[in-house]
């Protein structure tokens, strides 16, 4: 079994900044892409970054230059940090990560976080 715990999540002013956690928990071999997602109110869930297990990264066309993802293998986490946040990125925010379990046959599997809610006000 395997969990992803985030935290990080607040209410902040319109140019601010908050940084998100995402940390990997249970019967992990390996991890391979993580990533944030993010679902406003009324809307879909959207991608925001992705990050590979060698560091490449992907943004939405939306965050990027104020976002920066990143991680750390070692501690299986997955960090977002967030600058000059606008009211438009207030959302709930979900890690997200493809783990393959020490089972056998090897498989992975697609995980979630259970959310962590990002308030920009103006």
């Known amino acids: 079994q395997v969990q992803l715990v985030e935290s990080g999540g607040g209410l902040v002013q319109a140019g601010g900044s908050l940084r998100l956690s995402c940390a990997a928990s249970?019967?992990?071999?390996?991890?391979?892409?993580m990533g944030w997602y993010r679902q406003a109110p009324g809307k879909q869930r959207e991608l925001v970054t992705t990050?590979?297990?060698?560091?490449?990264?992907n943004y939405a066309d939306s965050v990027k230059g104020r976002f920066t993802v990143s991680r750390d293998n070692a501690k299986n986490t997955v960090y977002l940090q967030m600058n000059s946040l606008k009211p438009e990125d207030t959302a709930v925010y979900y890690c997200?990560?493809?783990?393959?379990?020490?089972?056998?046959?090897?498989?992975?599997?697609?995980?979630w976080g259970q959310g962590t809610q990002v308030t920009v006000s103006s």
């Open positions: 249970g019967n992990i071999f390996s991890i391979n892409a």
């Open positions: 997200n990560a493809v783990i393959r379990e020490r089972v056998w046959p090897p498989t992975n599997v697609n995980y």
């Open positions: 990050i590979t297990r060698g560091g490449s990264t």
